[in-house]
């Protein structure tokens, strides 16, 4: 069980929008440490698709955005297209086990 | 173009050893932190550890999960960084990947280009 809470699954149509949240504590999110987000399709290695809360690597589409708020993060995604079904994890530093972690993973499903 | 490829992995046995290589390419090696992350089979992404750049004193640090059977190492001479995993347990048994890591804190990274992974089974 990972300190930073993902939904297991999240699901949209092709052109909706969909939004993954990573919850924290005090001690990771909350304390101020940054958040990374990547992308990875089985099989495949994994992307950065968010640095710093909100930037985008060069290459990643604007239809991809981060948000920071509190003890929580989002990732939103527009438009969505088939090849956005994939998993989807946050990182972050927690203070208390000293080490980054990762999120728990949630898989985006593109009905 | 960055390109960071894994190799070593395979079946070994319970308590064995076992030594992943990393190489690197498309960019000055020597001067980024490298990482390693797994992910066991239906599982999530799970931090092993990092190595500094010898510039930061080429430090490790390492997943308390792994701390003590693991080292990172690194060979800038030849863009190779290395994970050797000993006395191996079936709760190791995941895909390795390898990343180049970028600063995000003063003892943390994230992950800007990973390798497709290498798969290592530990089972007698």
């Known amino acids: 069980q990972s300190v930073l809470t993902q939904p297991p699954s999240v699901s949209g149509a092709p052109g909706q929008r969909v939004t993954i949240s990573c919850t924290g504590s005090?001690?990771?999110?909350?304390?101020?440490?940054?958040v990374h987000w990547y992308q990875h399709l089985p099989g495949t290695a994994p992307k950065l698709l968010i640095s710093f809360n909100t930037n985008r690597p060069s290459g990643v589409p604007d239809r991809f955005s981060g948000s920071r708020s509190g003890t929580s993060a989002s990732l939103a995604i527009t438009g969505l297209q088939a090849e956005d079904e994939a998993d989807y994890y946050c990182q972050s530093y927690d203070s208390s086990l000293s080490g980054s972690v990762f999120g728990g993973g949630t898989k985006l499903t593109v009905l | 173009e960055v390109q960071v490829v894994e190799s070593g992995g395979g079946l070994i046995q319970p308590g064995r050893s076992l030594r992943l290589s990393c190489t690197g390419s498309g960019f000055k090696f020597g001067d980024y932190a490298m990482s390693w992350v797994r992910q066991a089979p239906g599982k999530g992404l799970e931090r092993v550890g990092f190595?500094?750049?010898?510039?930061?004193?080429?430090?490790?640090d390492y997943a308390a999960s792994v701390k003590g059977r693991f080292t990172i190492s690194r060979d800038d001479s030849n863009s190779v960084a290395y994970l050797e995993l000993n006395s191996l347990k079936t709760d190791d048994t995941a895909v390795y990947f390898c990343t180049r890591a970028i600063r995000s804190g003063t003892n943390w990274f994230y992950f800007d280009h990973w390798g497709q992974g290498t798969m290592v089974t530990v089972s007698s």
């Open positions: 005090s001690s990771n999110i909350g304390a101020g440490y940054d």
């Open positions: 190595i500094r750049s010898k510039a930061y004193g080429g430090t490790t």
